[in-house]
């Protein structure tokens, strides 16, 4: 099991930033893929990013990229999402995932969540 918990999310406006952080426990990390999705209501969640834990590759959503950047802190068994240039489309609810299998941007391939984090992105 991997329990995981966000932080960061908060009301900005369009054109500023945020950093997200989710804190992973449990099972060790070392063969996983950190995942950022995003939800709006009902909707499908959103891939944003993911990030390998060894090696550091990471993959993006192509309305992120120049944007939002995915990092990880193998001390502190943390992945970071530093998003900038925000825009009120970016508005949502950001979760951290984690997958034992290859990376993915498809939701249903990642067993683990955080609770989630809002994020408003006012005009």
């Known amino acids: 099991q991997v329990h995981l918990v966000e932080t960061g999310g908060g009301l900005v406006q369009a054109g500023g930033s945020l950093r997200l952080s989710c804190v992973a426990s449990?099972?060790?990390?070392?063969?996983?893929?950190m995942g950022w999705f995003r939800q709006v209501g009902g909707k499908e969640r959103e891939f944003v990013a993911a990030?390998?834990?060894?090696?550091?590759?990471?993959y993006y959503a192509g309305f992120v990229k120049g944007r939002f950047t995915i990092s990880r802190d193998n001390t502190k068994n943390t992945v970071l999402l530093e998003m900038n240039r925000l825009r009120p489309e970016d508005t949502a609810g950001y979760f951290c995932?984690?997958?034992?299998?290859?990376?993915?941007?498809?939701?249903?391939?990642?067993?683990?969540w955080g609770q989630g984090t809002q994020v408003t992105v006012s005009s």
């Open positions: 995932a984690v997958t034992y299998s290859d990376l993915s941007t498809k939701w249903y391939e990642y067993p683990y």
């Open positions: 449990g099972r060790p990390l070392s063969s996983a893929v």
């Open positions: 990030i390998q834990w060894s090696g550091g590759s990471s």
